[in-house]
């Protein structure tokens, strides 16, 4: 079995809240970690101990007599107080699954189904607006599943975005620099026609 393919089969074995609190920038980086015998196995906070005995499980790392439970720990999830939202959109911009929405200057909500309780808006916040409560239900192997979709588009679309900014500063560049250029070669012009003009009249006064 290939390295990558172990760091796909470790990455099974998370939640996929893409919640950062294993110290990784995700999912998919703690697993690449774990692999590469730079992390421990008990860094998953959601997962809790589930997920370290699956992972240990996987690795070979200790005898268990089944599989462990398909289960996660109990799902918190985040909720706006929608009356003190000033709408600075930076919640949005944290959210890893694109569960927030709303628009500038205008109040936020967040889609309760989509949200994996990974607490990266809560402190972006800079009203304190974005609570926690339990979900009523445990996170489950489908719910990793639909968040690692959701995380995967969110991650695709913020650098499709970021390359189209990108190419259109560029393209206002060169268009500008070109701009710039034209402006030089008429500013030549006018001189080239200027100093013909006062040598031609200058010709006539003398």
Not at 17 to 38: E, F, H, P
Not at 110 to 121: K, M, N, Y
Not at 138 to 166: F, L, P, Q, V
Request: charged content about 30%.
């Amino acid at each position: 079995m290939s390295t990558k393919e172990l760091i796909s089969i470790i990455d099974d074995s998370l939640p996929q809240t893409q919640c950062r609190k294993c110290g990784y920038a995700d999912c998919m980086s703690y697993a690449n970690a774990i692999v590469n015998k730079k992390a421990n196995i008990n860094l998953c906070n959601p997962g809790g101990n589930t997920v370290s005995k699956e992972i240990s499980y996987k690795l070979k790392l200790k005898k268990i007599d089944e599989n462990p439970d398909e289960k996660f720990e109990k799902l918190m999830v985040a909720y706006i107080e929608e009356s003190e939202c000033i709408g600075c959109t930076l919640c949005i911009k944290s959210c890893p699954v694109s569960a927030i929405i709303g628009s500038n200057k205008l109040m936020h909500s967040i889609v309760q189904d989509w949200c994996t309780g990974c607490e990266l808006c809560l402190s972006v916040c800079p009203v304190d607006c974005i609570k926690m409560k339990s979900s009523g239900r445990t996170w489950n192997k489908e719910d990793a599943k639909i968040a690692r979709e959701r995380y995967e588009d969110t991650k695709k679309r913020t650098y499709d975005k970021s390359i189209n900014k990108h190419s259109l500063m560029s393209d206002n560049y060169r268009n500008t620099k070109e701009n710039d250029i034209d402006f030089h070669e008429l500013d030549k012009k006018k001189l080239l026609i200027e100093r013909i003009l006062n040598k031609a009249r200058n010709m006539r006064t003398e």
